[in-house]
Structures are given as C-alpha cells and as structure tokens.
C-alpha cells in the first residue's frame, strides 16, 4: 500500500544513512498452497516475479530519459500509461483511456528557520505559497488536545498575525489551517503525533488559506519551546490547471453485473520514478492482467485500473468511481488495491476490512473483512508470512470505491513509518528505519525494492484474483454462473438457431418454401 502524501496522512518515517537489504531472488514458498480455485493456484505459477521487474526497468527507463520523473501529466507519465495500454491492447483486452483535469502541484521551496536553526519542514500539498524568502512572525503554540487546533476555540486572541503551531490529529490538515487562518494566524506548522516526518495535503487548492507545512513530532517539541519567538517559513510551489489519464482494462468474458476490479496508481510524485511508489503495484498488475488473457475462462469479468493524479490527492480514482452511475457501480463485485508492495525495508500489510485492529476509520463496507481473510490465509499458508492490519485511512485510490460501497481491500509493504523491534523480528529487516526510506524521494528507483517482498505479494494479487474471478459469492452472496441478461440472450440465439434448423429441415410451418 503506498502510504503517501495524500487526503489523511498517517506519518511515516524517512531515516538517512540506513543500510537497505534486498532480497534479490523469490523466497521459497514457507508452506502448502491452500485449497482453492484452479485458476487461482494457475495464476500463482504464472505470475512470476522476472516478469514483474522487466517492467519495473521500463518503468525506470522511461523515468530516466523524462526528467527523472513519472508525474501525472508529465511525458514520464504518459510514456507510462502507453506502455501499459499498448500492452494490454496487444493481448485483447477492451482498453479505454479516461482523461480529467486536476490541478498539477510542484514543490519549490521548503524552509524554516526558529532559533537560529534550520528545521527540516516538508510543504503540504496545495499549500499557499509565501513571498520569496518567506514571513516572519511569532510563534503561537496551539494548546494540545485530542483535537488539536480543529476548534476555533483552540485559539486565542493573539494569534493573529503569528504562524500557528499546532498538534496532527482530530481532523484535516486543511481544517485545521482553515480554522487558523479564521483565527487571525499568517501560517501554519503541523507537527507529528508520532515518529516521521509529516507529509501531508490539504486536499485541493480550494482548500488552501495560509502557508502551511509539516514538521516531526520531535522538531513540534523544540518549537514549542519557542513561543512567541519570531521565526521564518518559506513554502512555494507551481500550481496550474493541467490534464491526466486513466488507463482502464477489461476481460471480454465473464459476467459484466459482476465485476471483480483491481487498481494502482501509476504516476509518481514529481521529485522521482516512483519504482516502488508506484511502480510496483501497476507492474504485478499489469503482469497479472497478461497472465490472466483478454478472454480467460472465468465466472467474472476482470477490471484492471492503472490510475493517475494519485499523488495529488486520488484524483484519477475519485474521477473514475464519481464518473460511474449508480447502476454501474453496483456492477462492481469489489475492488483491491495495491500500493506500494516491494518496500525495501518491507513489512506485510493487508488493509484492516473487519476493524480487528481497532485503529482508526473502522470497517470497510460489507464484504471487506472477507477480502483481508482471503489475503491473510494465503500468504500465512503458502509463503509463511504473517500479516498486519492497516487501516483504512482515505490514502489510497480504495477511498472512492470505500465511499461508495463497494468491498475493497489490498496489501502493501509500509512507506514511511519506521519498522518497529517486533516487526524486524517478524518479517527480518532493520528496526528503527522506514519501510521505505526513499518515500517520495528522487533515489526510489530499482535499488529500492525488495523483490522477496514483491514476489510474496505478486502471488497474493494473482491468488485472490483467481479466486474471486472464480467466484465473490462469500463476499456479496452472488453464486457463480451467467447473469440473467446473458442467460436470456443465450436462451434467445439457441431459439433462434432451433428455428432456423427446423426451416432448413423443411418441418417448421413457417417455412418459406422455392
């Protein structure tokens, strides 16, 4: 799952100086294959992890020779996408391209200065820009509740004219510095509520009223000790109207009431190639989509979605789902998403669909926890790997699908939280580092990656395909077999072939004689 710069930001940690093990041929599988659908345990074995990295260096090559970067609406990008469509519309399938507008976000600059010291400060995305060289003005510490700076009432009359201190949590980003720029506040700094750095978005642009930024827990704790000290915030970014794309890939067989979907987003963020975030996710589902054939024999129809402008906010996500009647998604059985999935400090994720965890957002829409099992059970059994729940935060393109409905789940590898002593213990890596300390970096390229983990979770996407291609009836109670539509016109052709048999026959009344 790529845990990034999105709507609702869990923080994660970027550590320098760490030293990244990875894992360069597939680990052996720990178990036994669980019992399940044919198509399922085929797909395992042809889905294989060579398969996945060759176009994971397509991806890296098309990054090089583009600026380093496969942005949404950049050429890195659409290179990207057509090298992904081209590819599925070679094997047969029905492939639409699906363009939208959003708003293109860049980063210029990223300053602050508080006690004669720099402090690394990270600019939320859509974040108002301050003048070259940035504002001065006092501090003013926000008091620390659950609701940190969420209430207008969390401000007191001389904060106007200050930048706003305040703590993570309880609401938005956006709301937060919304109501501190109510308050009077020139600026805000949020600072973390747990280890690593902050990335954060306020949303869309429309959102956006003071210069804000994001900052760690420890450097919130120095600056605290600063109020009413002047300090000196400079964020800038190019901000401008811009157009992207969706690529959209469908099976021609299977029933289309009842289509199982899965997703990634393929754009990177503008400072790099995204191999991992999110290069990974689309190239197992591109592989998987090749594997799988145009026309497999199936129960389902199989959607593949390779979204773009989710590194500025789900955009291409939230456009598709937003874009479908309501009839249409009802047509979608579920949907899995997979986001970062061969972290090079790797841990095993499946997103939390029953709230076991008790963190956060709670449940996903019925059908969810059915979906985390099937994941969960079948890299434990197969390849001995035991799974975390992660919480359905709105980071990932499942926010529209979850929003709407429809069941989802998925797995991913950690971004920027930092491994814990337990989890190195668990999964192996080094405790005290992220999962990927290139998160949103220029060096997440083919170095970054643990193709152990990329292989685990690459047979993980083919087996619940095939399995819910097969059949999603423990996840929506719908049985395998035609849908009415398709059994009534197949009932219709083999009318009308008895008929024409029986005039050609000469014993149908009806006939037209010479």
Not at 86 to 112: D, I, W
Not at 239 to 265: F, P
């Amino acid at each position: 799952m790529s845990l990034f710069r999105k709507r609702f930001l869990p923080p994660m940690a970027l550590a320098a100086g760490a030293t990244l093990v990875l894992g360069l041929t597939p680990a052996a599988a720990a178990n036994t294959v669980p019992d399940g659908p044919a198509l399922a345990k085929q797909l395992v074995k042809k889905v294989d992890v060579n398969g996945v990295n060759r176009h994971l260096i397509a991806l890296q090559r098309i990054a090089d020779t583009n600026g380093g970067t496969r942005a949404a609406s950049t050429e890195g990008h659409k290179k990207s996408a057509e090298y992904i469509a081209t590819k599925l519309e070679a094997a047969g399938f029905q492939v639409t391209r699906q363009e939208f507008p959003f708003t293109y976000s860049e980063t210029l600059a990223e300053k602050l200065t508080a006690g004669g010291q720099n402090v690394p400060v990270i600019a939320m995305e859509y974040t108002v820009s301050t003048p070259v060289g940035g504002i001065t003005a006092p501090l003013a510490v926000v008091a620390v509740d659950d609701t940190s700076g969420c209430e207008a009432t969390d401000y007191t009359a001389d904060v106007a004219g200050k930048i706003a201190l305040i703590k993570r949590g309880g609401c938005s980003f956006a709301q937060k510095q919304q109501t501190a720029a109510a308050a009077g506040a020139i600026g805000a700094i949020v600072y973390n509520n747990t280890d690593g750095d902050l990335n954060g978005t306020l949303g869309d642009p429309a959102n956006a009223k003071i210069p804000t930024g994001g900052v760690t827990a420890a450097a919130g704790a120095q600056l605290a000790t600063l109020a009413g000290q002047p300090v000196t915030l400079e964020l800038r970014a190019l901000q401008e109207a811009r157009t992207s794309y969706n690529v959209i890939a469908e099976t021609k067989t299977g029933r289309k009431d009842n289509v199982v979907m899965l997703g990634s987003h393929l754009d990177s963020v503008p400072a790099g190639p995204g191999i991992n975030d999110n290069g990974t996710g689309s190239a197992t589902l591109l592989e998987t989509a090749l594997q799988l054939g145009s026309s497999p024999k199936v129960n389902n129809g199989v959607r593949f979605g390779f979204w773009s402008a989710e590194e500025f906010g789900l955009i291409g996500s939230t456009y598709y789902v937003d874009s479908l009647t309501f009839e249409q998604q009802l047509d979608i059985a579920l949907y899995l998403n997979f986001d970062m999935i061969g972290s090079p400090n790797a841990g095993y994720f499946a997103y939390d669909g029953d709230n076991s965890d008790g963190v956060g957002a709670g449940p996903g829409p019925y059908g969810s926890a059915q979906i985390e099992k099937t994941f969960v059970d079948y890299l434990q059994a197969a390849r001995g790997v035991s799974l975390e729940g992660t919480d359905f935060t709105g980071r990932s393109d499942y926010g529209e699908f979850i929003a709407v409905g429809i069941p989802a789940g998925g797995l991913d590898t950690g971004a920027e939280v930092v491994k814990t002593p337990a989890q190195a213990a668990k999964w192996g890596g080094t405790a005290g580092i992220a999962f990927d300390p290139c998160y949103h970096q220029a060096c997440d390229n083919l170095g970054n990656i643990d193709r152990v983990a990329l292989d685990r979770n690459a047979d993980g996407v083919a087996w619940a395909l095939g399995v819910y291609a097969t059949s999603t009836e423990s996840v929506n109670g719908v049985q395998p077999g035609k849908s009415k539509a398709a059994k009534q016109k197949a009932a219709e052709r083999g009318a009308q072939r008895n008929f024409s048999a029986r005039a050609v026959a000469g014993h149908d009344p009806h006939a037209l004689t010479a």
